[in-house]
């Protein structure tokens, strides 16, 4: 199985919050899962945003016509030091495990650069939301390393996006390459 993570982060800082929601729909229409990361509990995400929970966000996307299969979400306290989401991906090794997904031909889609650093050490495929920023502002103006992933202008774009990589697989075949690590010998708490 596959599945599209979706950063609670691109969610909440949508500036058309309802948009940001109805983009997701075309989701539940696919054959991957939709898994929610709730990154506010793990500090990922700025305190003013924080408010927003992720059971208000299921309701809220389901209303919509989107669907989310999963929810994960990181039961540390943001001092405390964790393997779920900031330096690794626990978060994504856990749905895997649960869902017993293949990373390889999975997508995360979130909104900074330590975001697609975490999807590139899963083996995911990110997709960066801009939401109202530039590439520049976003990597301080340096290239991002590496830099073979799609940016999107907001969610839709990125749906889009995928749902067009995901279309082309079906007809062609996955074009991407394996892997580099796959972390499924970590131990996740």
């Keep these: ?13 949508e500036k058309d919050h309802r948009a940001a929601l109805v983009a997701l ?3 539940a229409d696919s054959a991957l899962y939709t898994v929610l ?5 793990s500090g990922a995400v700025p305190s ?40 690794r ?7 895997a495990r649960y869902l017993d997904l293949r990373l390889d031909e999975s997508y995360v889609i979130c909104d900074t650069p330590n975001d697609v650093s975490l999807a590139y050490m899963a083996g995911c495929r990110p ?3 801009l939401n109202g920023r530039t590439i520049e502002e976003l990597y301080d103006g340096f290239q991002p390393e590496p830099s073979d992933f799609p940016v999107a202008r907001d ?15 079906v007809e062609l075949g996955h074009a991407r390459p394996a892997a580099l690590s796959q972390g499924v010998d970590e131990e996740v708490p």
């Design 1 to 13: 199985m596959r599945a599209a993570f979706v950063s609670s982060a691109c969610l909440v800082k």
């Design 25 to 27: 729909a075309p989701l």
């Design 37 to 41: 990361l709730d990154t506010a509990s």
């Design 48 to 87: 003013e945003t924080a408010e927003v929970t992720a059971a208000r966000l299921v309701e809220e996307i389901t209303a919509a016509g989107g669907r989310v299969d999963a929810e994960v979400h990181c039961p540390h306290k943001t001092e405390e030091a964790c393997s779920c989401w900031h330096m």
């Design 89 to 95: 991906p626990g978060f994504l090794w856990q749905a």
């Design 127 to 129: 997709i960066l939301v």
């Design 155 to 169: 969610l839709q774009q990125a749906v889009s996006y995928l749902l067009s990589e995901e279309e082309t697989a």
